[in-house]
């Protein structure tokens, strides 16, 4: 397929802007551009076949299947678009004074008090632009909280080795050391490990439950116990929290703040580059440092973004939760265990689980012995799904299992489905053995064949030149 | 898999060889081969202090970002820049090719015999 820059004829256009109605003025000497800027000159039909072209060449959650694991692509109701293109909020300005903005601020009020209510905390706010926004902010009432009190000692963060990239480079970001705590062999945190490395030093811990390789960890309640005992604070990165909304309470866990990933867990399409938005909830004693729009409150307080964030995506947050309601919530979320016990079950017997107890919302399939014997690595099976209209899972994720494909199904698709892809892994698995080439090839049916991706990662051509 | 006898080896996959006092370190066959192609290293500076058991750098392959871990304590005298150009060559020759050279060593991890090491990375 051509780009748009290659399809542009000089002298093309299409006329969608309206005339201009007011007096034309030149910009000043000095500000303005000395060569005409390469755009591309389309006509509409060619420009609308463009990008209808671009969508077929997309996968989507509106496509197909999409299990990829820990990102959470379910679909999306349609009420919830509808909410978010509604015009008294898309046409309302951030300055659009008190009066005016009553019924924004009452989405963000009652959106902040729901989430509470799913999370245990006490206090939201949902300035932050996307997760590891919403993480550097969590972090950051962890490190005022500490200050505050003059506790200068406490400088490292402890992180366990199954955590997603972004928790210790939140925790590195925000000034502090980071301290990697091996799993134990059942993926959950090692006790023992965590005792070793807590201490006066400790100003917190960074988890996930369920943990990313998506097991609920049973020792929750003696993790933060013993956090708490040695002066530090527990975070809670809301990755996974689309298992257990509605079920069990962050708060509960004692954990002491938190961010939620809206565009993930709470019905705003994501993947295509945002935007998304991130709540970030605390308890109260931590309520102080908590950021928010010094519109929506009295000036001076702090802020991490303009205004009151990504607005839209709250709305659309908003009334996901109303539609699901208190019941709605916690059945999505076991749907979404079910999902994924019944397909890792129905998968099992050909791929194997790095862990045989049951899972929650996700889990992973470990290929290092399939690989050993038929030399079909996990990153030729998601190769191959691509040729049968599936999204691949996530691969190589967390590292602490080898070979690895993470699979999250969400609680939106059917039986029906879950079957049709349980049905494509046991005949891949079957294909690899016998013809192993045929998978390292993969995919065969694509747009783009298997691309060269270490000459991508070594030699990429990041934008089009004009020849 | 090749592990040379010649060579000791870290737990965290780097091999270490001395040579009059100096410490030359590069990540052995069996850690090039799990990584897959690198596409990238990170190199500490020449006058940096490294600490046993601190990550010193880091290797990118198509797969993740990983830690390069230093198994001594001391100062990098010497970084392999041709690496920046052709990381390819950890993969094509992992144990021909080093990443740093430490002096002024003061501590050293309790590093393997590659007959421990191969143990280690088999069992």
Redesign the interface.
Known sequence: MKLIFEKSVPGRHCDLLPKCDVEKVELPEGFRRETVPALPELSEVDLARHYTELNHRVHGVNCGFYPLGSCTMKYNPRIDEDMAALPGFTGVHPLAGEKNTAGCREVLDTAAKYLCEITGMESMTFQPAAGAHGEFTGVLLIKQYHAKRGDAKRRKIIVPDSAHGTNPATAAMCGYEVVNIPSAPDGCVDLEALKAVLGEDTAGLMLTNPNTVGLFDENILEITRLVHEAGGLCYYDGANLNAVMGVVRPGDMGFDCIHMNLHKTFATPHGGGGPGACAVGCKAFLKEFLPHSALMDEPGHLQVRAFAGNFLVVVRALAYLLTLGREGIPEAAKNAVLNANYLMRQIQGSFEPAFDRICMHEFVLDLSEYKKETGVSALDVAKSLIDYGMHPPTMYFPMIVHEALMLEPTETESKETLDWAAEIFRELYELGKKDPDFMHNAPHNAQIARPDEVRAARQPVLRWQKG | MNYPAELQYSRDHEWLRMEDGIAVIGISDFAQS?LG?V??VNLPEVGDDTTAGEPFGDV?S????SDLVCPVTGTVCETNEELLDA??KLNEDPYGTWIIKVEKVTDTEDLLTAEQYEAECTH
């Open positions: 799990e192609d596409v990238f990118e198509v797969k993740a970002v990381p390819e």
